[in-house]
């Protein structure tokens, strides 16, 4: 099992705040039509920052921006091997997808898998008239050919490094770390 042996604060809530409301109106700035907006984020954690990214849209433009969830599990490609029960959540989709403008929102990029599942995903449910990706954190690694549209920060991970973002729902906070996992080199 693997034991966190130290972590480092790269934003704590007011700068991830100010992060969220960056990315926030640069989606105001490239969509010319807000209204066609549908914010839909990956659980767990995607979830609570699309309704942020959508809180800070409806005050900065008093529109109420629509936002959904997905639960990826079932088309993860590595889905045989998360176990015997794996937990499975909902997906939530407010709105007809169809013809929209939808930004999938993640917490942190890595290998692109999940974001490859939750595009996979949507297709299930319509044919979207573009499909962006925001995500807060980028710290690399990719293994498939997808880049965020919208980005909070770039982090280098080394070897033996994670990157947590925490949101209060889920953690009772809301703030960015870097953590190194003991016994990872």
């Known amino acids: 099992m693997s034991v966190v042996s130290e972590s480092d604060v790269l934003l704590d809530a007011e700068q991830t705040g100010s992060k969220l409301r960056d990315l926030a109106l640069r989606m105001l700035e490239r969509e010319p039509d807000p209204a ?14 699309a309704e942020r990214l959508a809180a800070e849209i ?3 433009s008093g529109l109420r921006i629509p936002t959904g969830s997905l639960d990826i599990t079932l088309y993860r490609d590595d889905f045989g091997q998360i176990g015997p029960k794996p937990v499975i959540g909902l997906t939530e989709l407010p709105v007809e997808i169809t013809d929209r403008h939808i930004i999938i929102v993640d917490d942190v990029l890595h290998t692109g898998r999940t974001t490859r ?3 996979n995903e949507l297709s299930d449910f319509g ?8 995500v807060l954190v980028d710290r690399g690694g990719r293994e498939l050919p997808i880049q965020p549209d919208y980005l909070g920060l770039r982090v280098d991970v080394a070897p033996g490094e994670e990157i947590a973002v925490s949101v209060p729902d889920t953690d009772g906070e809301l703030a960015v770390r870097r953590i190194r996992i003991e016994g990872e080199p």
């Not at 044919?127 to 925001?134: G, V």
């Open 36 to 49: 066609e907006l549908l914010l839909v984020g990956i659980r767990r954690r995607g979830v609570e920052l």
């Open 58 to 60: 409806e005050e900065m």
């Open 117 to 119: 599942a939750a595009l």
């Open 127 to 134: 044919r979207p008239r573009k499909i962006e990706l925001c």
